[in-house]
């Protein structure tokens, strides 16, 4: 799907585009979502490089992440994406020309949606590709941070369910996601750090001391967030290792009950075998009292060893 942004005076005006059709004059954003090969065919008429495929998209290596070329600028960054309880990473491909700003995606980004609400409603105040580009990074970067937040507030109530909690299955489970998304969050937080870093290295000739100024507060606050990211890696590794001490506490409680019980049946056992025997001079065994002295025996023992442990305070 191919979709022009024209926005003029904080008025946007979208339209649908087919392969048949021109890029309109005044467009400041072109969004090529889930782009088929006729429609990567037609970008082509307006490139002077190869349009990248997903698989360029997703590389790691910053020589295809990050570099200019004669359509501009290309960076390739990861944007978060919520799903459910969970934080994915998706690339986006965005290639900064001098007249729009253009973007390849794959999947839906909440971001992206965020962003043209924005423009509809006249919140954002742009009139470059530039400051396009400046403020999809600008609501990653305060998206990243709301994201951090988050797991704060489920780290704290992780943390009553790793001390209230019998039952910890659940409490591993979250505390795995929760790490799983944190990574997520600081490779999503490093990759915008590389990509800001790179426009302000090879880029700053083509910005102005407004925008520059921008992509420091960025770095700024991205520098901020980095030991937030490490606290919570840190947390995480604290919450399993209280979550497993506690298992082993209960598992510990468990085995107790067995051990003592095994040793509070110890002694009537004994007397029981001690009775059991097949000897034939036995005085007992012609005793009427017999029987009910050798039960007598075994319940006082019993009982004994349970008070004996009970003073020691080992129950």
């Not at 459910?84 to 973007?103: A, E, P, Y």
Request: aromatic share 12%; hydrophobic share 40%; net charge negative.
């Amino acid at each position: 799907m191919i979709t022009a942004y024209l926005y003029e005076n904080r008025r946007l005006t979208i339209q649908e585009l087919n392969t048949k059709d021109d890029i309109p004059e005044g467009t400041l954003w072109l969004d090529l979502y889930k782009p088929e090969d006729d429609e990567r065919e037609w970008l082509s008429n307006f490139t002077v490089e190869e349009v990248p495929e997903e698989e360029d998209i997703n590389e790691i290596e910053a020589s295809a992440r990050f570099y200019q070329n004669r359509d501009g600028l290309h960076i390739n960054s990861l944007f978060p994406q919520r799903v459910g309880q969970d934080v994915r990473g998706v690339n986006i491909s965005f290639n900064l020309r001098k007249n729009f700003l253009l973007t390849i995606r794959e999947e839906d980004v909440g971001l992206v949606r965020l962003l043209r609400n924005y423009l509809r409603l006249g919140r954002l105040k742009v009139a470059t590709p530039q400051e396009l580009f400046l403020e999809f990074f600008t609501l990653k970067v305060d998206y990243l941070s709301d994201l951090i937040e988050d797991v704060y507030t489920v780290l704290e109530n992780m943390a009553e369910e790793v001390f209230e909690s019998e039952e910890l299955d659940d409490v591993f489970k979250l505390i795995t996601l929760q790490e799983d998304s944190n990574g997520k969050i600081r490779l999503s937080l490093l990759d915008t750090q590389r990509s800001l870093r790179y426009m302000q290295r090879y880029y700053r000739g083509k910005m102005s001391d407004e925008e520059m100024k921008d992509i420091r507060e960025m770095l700024a606050d991205i520098e901020s967030l980095m030991p937030h990211s490490q606290f919570i890696f840190d947390k995480l590794n604290f919450l399993m290792d209280a979550a497993m001490g506690f298992t082993g506490l209960q598992q510990n409680r468990i085995i107790k009950i067995f051990s003592v019980a095994a040793v509070v049946f110890l002694p009537p056992t004994l007397i029981a075998s001690s009775y059991g025997m097949n000897f034939h001079d036995m005085p007992e065994l012609s005793w009427t009292l017999g029987y009910p002295m050798a039960i007598a025996m075994m319940l006082a023992s019993a009982v004994g060893t349970y008070f004996f442990f009970k003073r020691k305070r080992w129950l």
